[in-house]
């Protein structure tokens, strides 16, 4: 998709208030797209909107959803009808992290990643791809989806099993959609990053045997480790949506996990078993 021409269109972004979801807002404003931010946070939603007004001058509007609310979400695809034919780039940003073994994560954890990662995902999709279905068969005109999804896609850890299947889940619908959506002149992009320094990495809720100081210890490094800030990383998004890449592992580790697994499976199991064992 080309974002040379973006006067007059229309980008969502779930997430958008805050963290990676703002910063990929921010680069989007800079080519000249006119933003609709997804959130929860009213006062947050508020502030990234001043900011980036100031900014940028593009039209940024707002408006408070909760991704696993269906209702919420519904609501959506009105706002987004008012705004616009429909969306012209989708970034689906809104996430949640907690650790712990799987006999120790709740069941109702297990629900609550799922309906925010994978099924506050689906509904936002729902919601909003039809109409850019329809419009692509009108005007031929390229659209892209962004799904932000995590290096524990495919860097299966001890510890993340409930986190790291939702983001596995990301990935797999990712590039069954991108099939079903590219007669239809839409893209689509599965951004698996390492652990970015944002506010979600404050907020990561440990159960169980985790739930110590050694392991907060550990999750703590990761995100402190991260070769890969925001801003960069927003970028590299921009630039998978111009070529139409389908995965992007982002930061040194997340790419050095992403090739070694493809070609030593085993070796790769045996060394994050050693590196990462809470």
Known sequence: MKL?????KLAVITGGSSGLGYAIAKELASKGFDLLLVARNEAQLKEASSKLIADSGVKVHTTSVD?????DVLS???TVRSLAPCADIIVNSAGIV?????????????DRLYNVNVRGLVSVLKSLLPDMIE????????RHIVNI????????TGGMSAYGSTKAGVLALSESLAHEVAPSHVGVTTVCPEFVKTPIGSKVMLFGRMDNARSKRIIEKMFDR????TDELAVKVLKAITSGKLVVPA?????????FKRVMPVRFFKMIDKALRF
């Not at 999804?149 to 299966?156: C, G, L, Q």
């Not at 991260?226 to 800030?229: K, P």
């Not at 930061?251 to 090739?259: E, L, R």
């Open 251 to 259: 930061g040194k580790q997340a790419t050095i996990a992403y090739h």
């Open 98 to 110: 907690s650790g712990g073994f799987l006999v120790d994560t709740p069941l109702a954890e297990w």
């Open 226 to 229: 991260s070769t890969i800030t």
């Open 76 to 78: 959506l695809k009105e």
């Open 135 to 142: 419009q692509g068969g009108s005007d031929g005109q390229e």
């Open 67 to 71: 991704v696993s609310k269906e209702e």
């Open 149 to 156: 999804a995590s290096a524990a896609a495919y860097t299966a």
């Open 4 to 8: 040379s021409n973006a006067k007059g």
